[in-house]
């Protein structure tokens, strides 16, 4: 009786337990609190590090204003906020089918790279000697094709001989770098090394609405197109299988290596059609920095909306909020240009942090020393 | 000097600031977790470094002092960071590929908001002297190395040695290989990730001091801290997760990113300006093709640790 006591009282206070079924109010309810939660420590980062606000503590109500304020309070203001999202769900997407069958492709930022340098290799070289409707065309084709062929590389070894693809992606990014700096030094003899905005190849707005609107359109349809692919074709079905089991996968008939391939292939697309939309649709021109890390926050984008297309327009919509926000009070507060990134990053740990008590649950102990065996 | 040897030393100075951050990287990932935050940590790592230097700066401490002082505001600062990223990935069991990029993002913004309000003239000119001790007054690339190189090494070859010859060590391996094995016989899963995380964040936030005070020890060093992360998480994998392997990876490493700005000196050799990108390219081809070659051998010894990027819940099956 007394030893019986002995590991009762050892028994500790709570343990975790996944949560069976995630109730989608709640899960709702818990990441909005995480973001109020990290907004209030932004504030606090943020009288640690603007003298202003150190000075005038009352500014506090602006610094949370310019959130609003930084996306909002213009159409041209708006605008710009829809355009950033656009291209942001664009990369988002293209990351998406391969992380769904769990290969962590972080390579996106060097796949949008590429497929920028593509559409851009083809305006430089052909730009006024074809007509501009077939050098639009080119360029989409070579920006597909370039994003591609750097996708499909680390997958072939992946799928050939399970090289680690995170590795490998990551390290493709930076040699994606150094082929556009080549480029530069060659097509820019002068030794600058920046190329400025080409004549030819500009992706014509529509004849109505905005100048951003084209781009907005084709994101918002390639947005449905992948919610289908992935969710009512065979081959989102395979990416789907392989990504909870790979064994499943295999009993099942299923040739995982052509998946990954494929499916790589498809992200690499994906990914050229984001370079496409940066370098014909937007800049016109190409720099080491076309797609500014954009790349890598789509990964964060994609992994917060749980890989759902759907989803990633509130998760994209979220973080170009938050980043046109923090530019305004980098602005508006005469602070470095940096902040945006202290206060995104902020915000991240807390969404990060709360998917944690939205997958698992606490269980306390009396709960479990009374009615729980059963469960 | 021999123009050879001076470009060997410079080679092997650079490589300090990777050996600092692959060391780091290699000890958290033989824990099992991939920490993307690699960059953000070592520039947090010189950020904090400085921060102190800049506030002891007009004391007039002992030169001693100064070294110690300077270290240890780096590894408050980075091993912080590192504690950030363990308790959302350890803890919280976060995606660690995704709170790695976090980090990042949030340690490079904070370290550029953090520097610009410094003094170069506080923080780094009277400093750079006291850390580039004992060759400090040297013209040739023998000024790079001072009181951090030597620490580099030193951390390299203890790391490997604690990994691979300690009891400590082979736990550490056990939780990075079959963290579920691993708590079976006993050893505290969640006790090795933190320190290893935070002890590996620590040494790789001194690389970000090492690069400012001491190897490039320019008020602009902090921009390329960076790049200089990334390319440690690469050096893991070329040193195939054994940290004394650094102090050659490292080396070869500096050697590849330096001489597309050094060779141009050397007598007999013309390099083209389009050549220099490929140049720098190197280090990353060469990563990718050890990569390549080391899945294809498929030696056991030689491969990333079977656990690397999986949380750890011990009620999963």
Known sequence: ?375 | MNVWLNFLIESLAFGAVFMYGSTGEILTEKAGHLNLGIPGIMCMGGAGGCLVLNIIGPMNLHPVLVVILGVLGSLAMSMLMGLIYSFLTVTLRANQNVTGLALTTFGVGLMKVIMIKLDPTVYLVGPKKIFRWPFAERTDALQYLGVLFFVAVAIALIASWVLYRTKVGLRLRAVGENPGTADAVGVNVTKYKYLATCIGSGIAGLGGFYNIIDYQASQEAYLSLEAFGWLSIALVIFALWRPHMTIIGSTVFGFLFSCSSYIANIEGITVTMAAKPLLKMLPYVVTILVLIITSIRNKRENQPPASLGLAYFREER
């Open chain 1, 1 to 375: 009786m007394s030893e019986q006591k002995k590991t009762a009282a050892h028994e500790p206070l709570f343990h975790l337990a996944k949560r069976s079924s995630v109730n989608p109010v709640a899960a709702m309810g818990i990441r909005l609190a995480a973001i109020v939660l990290g907004l209030l420590v932004c504030g606090l980062v943020a009288f640690a590090l603007i003298e202003k606000l150190q000075n005038n503590p009352g500014k506090i109500g602006d610094f949370y204003y310019s959130f609003i304020k930084g996306s909002f309070t213009s159409e041209r203001k708006l605008w710009k906020f829809l355009k950033n999202m656009a291209v942001l769900q664009c990369i988002s997407l293209a990351v998406t089918p391969a992380f769904r069958m769990r290969f962590w492709n972080i390579g996106a930022e060097g796949q949008t790279l590429m497929g920028v340098l593509g559409a851009i290799t083809m305006a430089f070289y052909f730009g006024g000697k074809v007509p501009e409707w077939q050098l639009l065309i080119m360029m989409f084709i070579a920006a597909l094709i370039y994003g591609a062929v750097w996708a499909v590389i680390p997958a072939l070894f992946k799928a050939k001989w399970n090289t680690n693809e995170t590795l490998f992606t990551l390290m493709m990014n930076y040699v994606a770098t150094y082929v556009v700096s080549y480029f530069l030094v060659i097509w820019v003899p002068s030794g600058s090394s920046t190329l400025g905005k080409l004549k030819f190849g500009k992706l014509p707005p529509l004849p109505f609405g905005n100048q951003y609107l084209l781009i907005i359109l084709i994101s918002l349809a390639l947005t449905i197109f992948l919610f289908i692919y992935l969710k009512y074709s065979k081959q989102g079905y395979e990416i789907s299988v392989v990504g909870e089991s790979i064994r499943t996968a295999q009993y099942s008939g299923i040739n995982v290596k052509k998946v990954i391939i494929r499916t790589m292939v498809v992200s690499g697309l994906l990914c050229g059609l984001a370079g496409f939309i940066i370098g014909a649709g937007l800049d016109q021109s190409v720099t080491t920095e076309s797609v500014g890390g954009q790349g890598f926050t789509a990964i964060i984008v994609s992994w917060l909306a749980n890989f759902n297309p759907l989803f990633m327009i509130v998760t994209s919509a979220l973080i170009s909020l938050l980043n046109s926000g923090a530019a305004q009070i980098s602005q508006d507060f005469n602070v470095s240009g940096a902040l945006p990134d202290v206060i995104v990053g902020i915000i991240l740990f807390f969404i990060i942090g709360c998917e944690f008590f939205i997958n698992y649950k606490f269980v306390f102990r009396h709960k479990e020393t009374g009615k729980g065996a059963a469960k």
